[in-house]
């Protein structure tokens, strides 16, 4: 073998094949590296995806999609929900947090009007995580414990903000009071209660302590339930209710969406309750074709400034994150809520390939009739709920109008269809100024709630001077006059008083003393309903049925059963997480029956479930006619 020295430059191409191996070697580390690096962002990304998905139809449930409006329903891609209803026990008295388990042999949750028997994606809180901020020696001691929750709220206030006066507009809807006992009727004291965007006459409000109340606006069909136990003992709290009717306070919808209750406002606004207090407000879905998309809203600004709606629950679709329960019924909504939004609201949109059907009310409303002159008249097309004819006849009250015939119920269907009224079988000796004796009112108008008082008006002129009445009917129909309609009758005649005679019983409306009342009488707000006018089981019996019911059983005649035949279970995990399901659905039970038979169908609903122990509870502490 030859061998020669490296002398010469004979090792330069050696040396360098070398470096070029070696800046091969690098860029092929430097590729893998990157390569290795994009897959494990990729993984990651996939990871935090699949964890966090679950979070996803929350999320969307309760914030408004910037590129949606609010209300929209989002995309959801459904997984089973853990059966939290068997396994509540008692440890000192107090039921347990249920753990997660599933189970075959549970009571299936029952079909409603609103909801499919679709599984649901969820999110599960901790049992630790504390749904309300309990009241601490540290942060009592901020505020005398005498103080009520408006005073402690107006020295947060005035502390955070020293340069704003007490008077300015951003302070001047925190009411002040001292702490009274809540059976004293006092409409001055009462009245300072209310926040100044509230108006008096369309509000409720009064000091409640830890045996609990009612708030309630009759007329308008609107209460707050606030149920023994909410209020800590040795507490009193100044809560009101109240409606809003003005087109600024109602939710900006997109054109698929339609209002279907009153905007109800609710304070002091962030007052926390150590158990759900119960929102109950009429609204005007048509359930039984099952064609609704229902979304739950709830405002958390100011109240002085425009509210900002978000998403508090999608109906049908709630999750164990979802903070309310809304027990939606024929005609009535009833939320439970342990924590006040400043106003709430019900909208609503057909599902998708489905007509909703929403009901209006119909009311014809005119001034007295007059010796000489033309004559007008006003149809009305309102939502049917309480509130919304209420307004209307107060409204009309300030013009001196009556109501004609009593109000009639037509169905509006989501079709694209224009709402048509025409004036027939009109009495000799009068003609419609109009020329046409037709008018229609936009499609989008009506299902778009956009105003209050949506209505037409008729002139009708007087073409004989010696006419002293005048009768008429007008027909209420959507699209085509061979689709369902409503007639109206008006039949007026000119009285020695000027004023219009009531001659047939159904201008003997029961909205219609309303009218009657005086600008005075209005401004009052209407004082709360006492513990023992509100509550038809008293607290040992409640007691006694919670140890009844609470304990789950193989026959599941246990609460919830209960929930079941009450039609309450539609969503029956929310009453799973809490310490007493009987005590829950019972609170949800008295803020949905408030007719004097109540008692007694409860005991036919315990009998029909065989827990005969449990009628015999209620019939010896409730003094009420037993059931045979």
Known sequence: METRNCTGGLCRVASARTEDNLALYISLVGAVTVFLLVCLFIIVVWWRKNRHSDMTSSSAALTVDPGKPYGYPPDHSYVAQPDLTRSTGNVRGFPVMPTLAFSDDKIPMTMSPLHSNNSLKIKVVPPDVPMIRPVTPSNRSATPSNMSTLQRNAQIMSN??????????????VGTSTRRPSSIYDAENLAKILPSYVDPAFAACGTIGAEGGRLAIEESGVSLLIPHGAITDGHTEDIFIAVLREEKDRPKMNAKQTLLGPVVAVGPHGLHFRKPVIVTFGHAAGLRERNWELTLLSSESHPNRSPSWQNLVLIGEETLNTTAYCQVDEGDCHVMVEHLSSRYALIGQSAPAMQAVKRLKLAVIAAPLQPSGDYNFRV????????????????????????????????????????????????????????????????????????????????????????????????????????????????ASVSREGRMPQTTPSLRHKR???????????AIPKAPQTPAEVFRLPPAVRASLRGCLDIPNVKGNDWRGLAKRLQVDRYINYFATKPSP????????????????????????LKDMGRSDACLLIESGVSTPLVA
């Open 160 to 173: 955070s903000l020293p340069d704003m006066q007490p008077g300015t507009p951003e302070m001047s809807d």
């Open 380 to 491: 009305y097309c309102v939502a049917d709920n309480d509130d919304e004819l209420e307004g209307v006849v107060q409204s009309e009250a300030m013009l001196g109008g009556q109501m004609l015939d009593t109000p009639k119920i037509l169905p509006f269907k989501d079709n694209g269809r224009d709402l048509c009224l025409s004036i027939e079988e009109t009495l000799p000796g009068w003609k419609s100024r109009l020329g046409a004796n037709f008018q229609e009112i936009p499609f989008h108008h009506v299902w778009g709630s956009s105003q209050t008082g949506l209505h037409c008006s008729f002139m009708m002129e007087r073409t004989d001077p010696q006419i002293q009445m005048v009768t008429a009917r007008i027909q209420v129909f959507q699209g085509s006059p061979e689709e369902e309609r409503q007639s109206l009758n008006i039949t």
């Open 512 to 522: 219609e003393p309303a009218l009657l009342r005086s600008e005075s009488d209005l």
């Open 582 to 605: 009987t005590d829950h659905i019972l609170d949800l039970w008295e803020a949905r029956n408030r007719d004097d038979r109540a008692i007694e169908e409860l005991i036919l609903v």
